[in-house]
C-alpha cells in the first residue's frame, strides 16, 4: 500500500467523508476498505444499509462495533447474519438494537450502555432505573421484557 492509498483509507473514519465517497467505497472499494468505513461514525443510513448487506461477515462485525449505527441498521445485520449465532448475539446486545429485540435478552446479559439506551427510550424514572440494577446479575431475573413489566407494574 503506497502513501496515498494509506491517506485515503485513513479518511474513511473521518465523520466528514462526504456520502458519495462512503457509497462508492461499499460498492467499490476493498474489503479493507469497507471494514475502515465501518468504523466512521457518521455514516449516513443508506451507507449503513449496504455495509450491513455486504457478503463478508468481518464487515459485519466492524459495523456491530460502531456504536453510532441506527436500530434499523441493527435490525438488518440481526436478520442477514442470523445463522451465525456469535453476530446474531453481538446483534442482539447492541447499545442500538431495537428495543423490540432488548425485550427478549436476559436482563443479566445485558450491557450497561445497551440498558441505558432502552431506559431512555422509554422515559424511566430514576426509582425504575434503580429497581432495574437490583436485576442486573441475577440469574433468575428473566427477560427484560419481564422484568420491565414487573417495574412498570409496581409504578
Known sequence: MDDTESEFDHRLTDPTLPNEIALSVVSAGSIGQCI???????LSAEAQARLADHTEEVVAESLLLNQTISPASVSKLLARW?????LANQAKHHVNAPDSIKVTLEVGTMTWASLDRFLENQGATSGER?????YMGTEESGTLG???ARIRALA
Open 36 to 42: 475502515t468505513l465501518a468504523a466512521n461514525p457518521n
Open 82 to 86: 442470523k445463522v451465525q449465532p456469535e
Open 130 to 134: 434503580k429497581t432495574l440494577a437490583t
Open 146 to 148: 419481564e422484568v420491565w
